[in-house]
């Protein structure tokens, strides 16, 4: 399975891109940066989106990724997600207000934009991928996902603060490869990530003791302006273990 980070971060600067990953170059799991990280020829190759959530940082592409490839090279953009991230795009994002509502452009009939329902643990296939979505604590409804290709996996936590299913997925994983997880605020944050529901290098350790077995710890999801402090506080806790998710790296699991 080949995973490229087009973008890792909880926010957006001049050399942070917010949360978008490639599969395979085929599917897109969350769109912050979609647009901006990839060449309208490789946009086109991309045939379906898969979202944690609703906030910006991990939709903002979105429209403009529904705008380059719209009518070039497919009938319509597959985007899967919950019912409340569903809801949410629908009402505030493709309204006609915010911008066009791909969902019934040219017509209802042929859309730009389908949209397909993820269900709590119910696994789905996407491009050839299988993606168990996993609820965690977030704001709003959130999936982490299980993401296997043959005999690989990797657990992807999306946003989350301290949360209880995910590891329990991941002790029950056999072929876990990596767990990538959220670690968004430093610790002197720690209020701020607790009433937003996010780790800070604090609760990733404690975090950490819900896991059974040794394997990768790859964090992101880092806020661009806390990201030097969140380094140090983790090599300050000595795990080998744990690493950061590169932006614009190819991983191959």
Known sequence: MKIE?????????????????????????????LSQALSIERQQAVESIVLSHSHMDHTTSLPFFVENVFGRVREAVDVHASAATIYALRKHLFNNDTWPDFTRLPNHLLPAVRFHELVDERPVTVGGVRFTPIPVDHLVPTHGFLIEDGESAVLWSSDTGPTRRLWEIANATPHLKAICLDTSFDNGLQRVADVSLHLTPRTLESELRKLERRVPILLHHLKPPCRTRIRE?????????????EQGRGYEF
């Open 5 to 33: 980070t087009l973008g890792v971060f909880g926010g957006e600067s001049l050399d942070c891109r917010m949360t978008c990953l490639l599969v395979n170059d085929r599917v897109a799991l969350d769109a912050g940066s």
């Open 233 to 245: 506080e983790i090599r300050a806790l000595g795990n080998p273990d744990i690493d950061f998710l």
